[in-house]
T-cell receptor, first 114, second 111 residues
Framework: GQQVMQIPQYQHVQEGEDFTTYCNSS?????IQWYKQRPGGHPVFLIQ?????EVKKQKRLTFQFGEAKKNSSLHITATQTTDVGTYFC??????????????FGTGTRLTIIP | DTGVSQNPRHKITKRGQNVTFRCDPISEHNRLYWYRQTLGQGPEFLTYFQNEAQLEKSRLLSDRFSAERPKGSFSTLEIQRTEQGDSAMYLCASSLQLEQYFGPGTRLTVT
């Protein structure tokens, strides 16, 4: 079956430092989505990447989709306390029947030291 | 509030009992998903509806689990003969295109 792995599992950074999480899929993805889950909250959609090699930016967040559409990364510049949470990548797989299934990665939990 | 809602928010049940959870998606969303999430893990796909049709079902979903979306609007997830391993957060999400909007979840504790 499809597997999506993320590293690192945890990351502790000083406020103002940068943060990166990496996502790898065992198979080629149709697209990749990123979600953020605050402690005690539910996943909230951040962005979707569709094209091979695509790069998208949202303020201090930069998202990349690999050329082979099997890996992705999220980079946060100059972290702030509001960035605390767990970041999940989620790979979209389309079955032979055309059905969509989103497989979430294991997540990277970011904590900020003020 | 026009987001995804789930009821109940918390459920404590004894092993062997049946439980049912409800999800009300965002009204114009035709796709509805159920996930299970345990501590420290990402959401794990359970099943997916497009309108009232259940199109995909995880192998993780044993025969004790059943989901319905009879009129293509709200959905229910039933777990029969609950086991302690069923304790988890059950998340519902809906979508119109590809991004999914999650509800607050139902936390199930089986004692």
């Amino acid at each position: 079956g499809q597997q999506v792995m993320q590293i690192p599992q945890y990351q502790h950074v000083q406020e103002g430092e940068d943060f990166t999480t990496y996502c790898n899929s065992s198979t080629t993805l149709s697209n990749i989505q990123w979600y953020k889950q605050r402690p005690g909250g539910h996943p909230v959609f951040l962005i979707q990447l569709v094209k091979s090699g695509e790069v998208k930016k949202q303020k201090r967040l930069t998202f990349q989709f690999g050329e082979a559409k099997k890996n992705s990364s999220l980079h946060i510049t100059a972290t702030q306390t509001t960035d605390v949470g767990t970041y999940f990548c989620a790979g979209l797989f389309i079955s032979n029947f055309g059905n969509e299934k989103l497989t979430f990665g294991t997540g990277t939990r970011l904590t900020i030291i003020p | 509030d026009t987001g995804v809602s789930q009821n109940p928010r918390h459920k404590i049940t004894k092993r062997g009992q049946n439980v049912t959870f409800r999800c009300d998606p965002i009204s114009e969303h035709n796709r509805l998903y159920w996930y299970r999430q345990t501590l420290g893990q990402g959401p794990e796909f359970l099943t997916y509806f497009q309108n009232e049709a259940q199109l995909e079902k995880s192998r993780l979903l044993s025969d004790r689990f059943s989901a319905e979306r009879p009129k293509g609007s709200f959905s229910t997830l039933e777990i029969q003969r609950t086991e302690q391993g069923d304790s988890a957060m059950y998340l519902c999400a809906s979508s119109l295109q590809l991004e999914q909007y999650f509800g607050p979840g139902t936390r199930l504790t089986v004692t």
